[in-house]
Every structure is written in structure tokens, then in C-alpha cells.
């Protein structure tokens, strides 16, 4: 090992240490999209139009809620997403159908 590498070694350590955190920290930017896709669905009329879809998204919400209070924020992170998608889906067919009320 060069003389620079055993001096910036636990430098490096550390920063490596400090990036793999952030990515398993808790996903409070997807939980953030999930909420707000689902009221925005809900706004454009979804629950008449697609409200298995928009109950489907609601369902992924919870667990990532409760994924997210066990610390399990991989779990959390994916059902977070799922619900999202799902909602933009509710959404779409609400926008499709006509029923969107934008309030």
C-alpha cells in the first residue's frame, strides 16, 4: 500500500462509511411522493373511477408506514414507490374517465 493510501485510508473509510448511510437512511422523499400522489388521485376523482387501484396504493402506504417504524426503510422505500405507482395509475384513469374535479 503506498504511503498516500495509508494516510487518507481511514479518510476514505469514512466517506465510503457516511454514503452507504444515506443510502439506507430512512425514505422520507418517497414516502413524501406516495402521500401526495394519492391525494392528488383522490382530488381528480379516483376513488369512483379506479378505487380498487387507489385502495391498492392506500395499502402500500400503510406498510411502508409501518416498514418505516420497524426501521426496515428498504421494505419501506419499495412499498413507498409501489404505492406511488399505483396512485399515479388511479390517477391516470381518473384524468381518462373525465372525473378529474382538481380542486
Known amino acids: 500500500m503506498g504511503s498516500w493510501l495509508r ?12 454514503a452507504l448511510s444515506a443510502c439506507a437512511g430512512a425514505p422520507v422523499q418517497e ?3 406516495a402521500r401526495q ?3 392528488a388521485a383522490r382530488d381528480a376523482g379516483a376513488e369512483q373511477v379506479a378505487p380498487d387501484t387507489l385502495r ?4 402500500l402506504l400503510e406498510s411502508a408506514e409501518a416498514n418505516l417504524r420497524r426501521g426496515a426503510y428498504k421494505h419501506a422505500r419499495r412499498d413507498a414507490v409501489a404505492a406511488r405507482g399505483k396512485a399515479s395509475e ?14
Request: proline share 3%.
Open 31 to 33: 414516502m413524501s411522493n
Open 37 to 39: 400522489a394519492i391525494k
Open 56 to 59: 391498492e396504493a392506500q395499502v
Open 90 to 103: 388511479a390517477l391516470d384513469a381518473a384524468r381518462a374517465s373525465g372525473q378529474d374535479h382538481v380542486r
Open 7 to 18: 494516510v487518507q485510508w481511514p479518510l476514505l473509510t469514512l466517506l465510503v462509511s457516511a
